[in-house]
């Protein structure tokens, strides 16, 4: 049974720094791309960023590019979203998925829990 959760979401003044962890079962990391999306309240799913399943290879938002980080590390089946220099409208629930390498919601096949990120001015 494939499961993906997500943990290290948290309440951080503008400008800090937070980071994501997804922690995936089965063998998910070897067949799959993982990407991060987003959902604020009142908004639909927004894509953050994807990487690749054994290259490395990263895709991220242009709202994000520059100030987030996407990282995998295949040992521990775990995928990481570094974000920096957060802003108020990054608040949002954060959920990572394990699909094809893609910038749309409906090319993933598993998704996880999802974990809140807020971010106050």
């Known amino acids: 049974q494939v499961q993906l959760v997500e943990s290290g979401g948290g309440l951080v003044q503008a400008g800090g720094s937070l980071r994501l962890s997804c922690a995936a079962s089965?063998?998910?990391?070897?067949?799959?791309?993982m990407g991060w999306f987003r959902q604020a309240p009142g908004k639909d799913r927004e894509f953050v960023g994807v990487?690749?399943?054994?290259?490395?290879?990263?895709s991220y938002a242009d709202s994000v590019k520059g100030r987030f980080t996407i990282s995998r590390d295949n040992a521990k089946n775990t995928m990481y979203l570094q974000m920096n220099s957060l802003k108020p409208e990054d608040t949002a629930v954060y959920y990572c998925?394990?699909?094809?390498?893609?910038?749309?919601?409906?090319?993933?096949?598993?998704w996880g829990q999802g974990t809140q990120v807020t971010v106050s001015s």
């Open positions: 998925a394990a699909g094809f390498h893609s910038p749309t919601a409906s090319n993933y096949n598993y």
């Open positions: 089965g063998s998910i990391f070897s067949t799959y791309a």
């Open positions: 990487i690749s399943r054994r290259s490395g290879v990263t």
